[in-house]
């Protein structure tokens, strides 16, 4: 019986470990080192995390030739806005006050690559986050709490927060891997595995 490839997840993130990890894969994990900058102008959500996802993989397949490369990258999209991890808490402030009252789309585009027969497979998926209005108390607890720090949106919908309802698509997109589409596309490419 010929002997499964590794899966590398190419993230830091806890959340997509956490994901993983409860779905019963077993993976490395080698975050990419790529830079992830900021669109230098308007640019469609979907173009900005497929390339960004394909970029981080093609980054750590060089160092794992033989493995099954798993990367992702997620953003928010408000108001034709790009929303990724704040960078200090004036800019989470500014996010969840964009986000208030309003609809946010959560984007990730998902990459499996295989560097050794140079095949991949990626996908998209979109879910819908509602934002409600938040009180100025609120809002002064959810900075205080840092519980924005490293999460797209400057919120993690996996931290219970009240305010916050997935009102279509994938939960655990809103984390940061869809962990149904991912089942989806190992079980429709199984020579990639």
Same mark, same amino acid.
């Given at each position: 019986?010929?002997?499964?490839?590794?899966?590398?997840?190419?993230?830091?993130?806890?959340?997509?470990?956490?994901?993983?990890?409860?779905?019963?894969?077993?993976?490395?994990?080698?975050?990419?080192?790529?830079?992830?900058?900021?669109?230098?102008?308007?640019?469609?959500?979907?173009?900005?995390?497929?390339?960004?996802?394909?970029?981080?993989?093609?980054? *750590?397949?060089? +160092?794992?030739?033989? =493995?099954?490369?798993? #990367? @992702?990258?997620?953003?928010?999209? /408000?108001?034709?806005?790009? $929303?990724?991890?704040?960078?200090?808490?004036?800019?989470?402030?500014?996010?969840?006050?964009?986000?208030?009252?309003?609809?946010?789309?959560?984007?990730?585009?998902? *990459?499996?690559? +295989?560097?050794?027969? =140079?095949?991949?497979? #990626? @996908?998209?998926?979109?879910?819908? /986050?509602?934002?409600?209005? $938040?009180?100025?108390?609120?809002?002064?607890?959810?900075?205080?709490?840092?519980?924005?720090?490293?999460?797209?949106?400057?919120?993690?919908?996996?931290?219970?927060?009240?305010?916050?309802?997935?009102?279509? =698509?994938?939960?655990?997109?809103?984390?940061?891997?869809?962990?149904?589409?991912?089942?989806? $596309?190992?079980?429709?490419?199984?020579?990639?595995?």
């Amino acid at each position: 019986m010929p002997q499964r490839i590794p899966l590398i997840l190419a993230s830091a993130s806890p959340r997509r470990r956490q994901l993983l990890t409860e779905a019963g894969y077993v993976f490395e994990v080698d975050p990419s080192g790529i830079d992830e900058p900021e669109p230098a102008g308007p640019m469609d959500v979907r173009i900005y995390v497929a390339e960004l996802a394909w970029r981080k993989a093609f980054e *750590v397949g060089a +160092r794992h030739p033989n =493995g099954l490369i798993l #990367a @992702a990258d997620t953003s928010c999209a /408000v108001a034709g806005e790009i $929303l990724n991890k704040p960078i200090d808490r004036e800019d989470a402030e500014r996010m969840i006050r964009l986000q208030e009252g309003r609809n946010t789309d959560v984007v990730t585009g998902l *990459v499996l690559y +295989r560097p050794d027969r =140079g095949e991949w497979v #990626a @996908a998209l998926e979109t879910s819908v /986050v509602h934002f409600r209005h $938040l009180t100025d108390a609120e809002r002064t607890d959810h900075l205080d709490s840092k519980r924005w720090e490293g999460k797209a949106g400057a919120y993690g919908v996996q931290d219970q927060d009240r305010y916050i309802e997935v009102v279509s =698509g994938s939960w655990s997109n809103v984390v940061g891997l869809p962990m149904e589409r991912l089942a989806s $596309l190992l079980k429709d490419h199984p020579g990639l595995a």
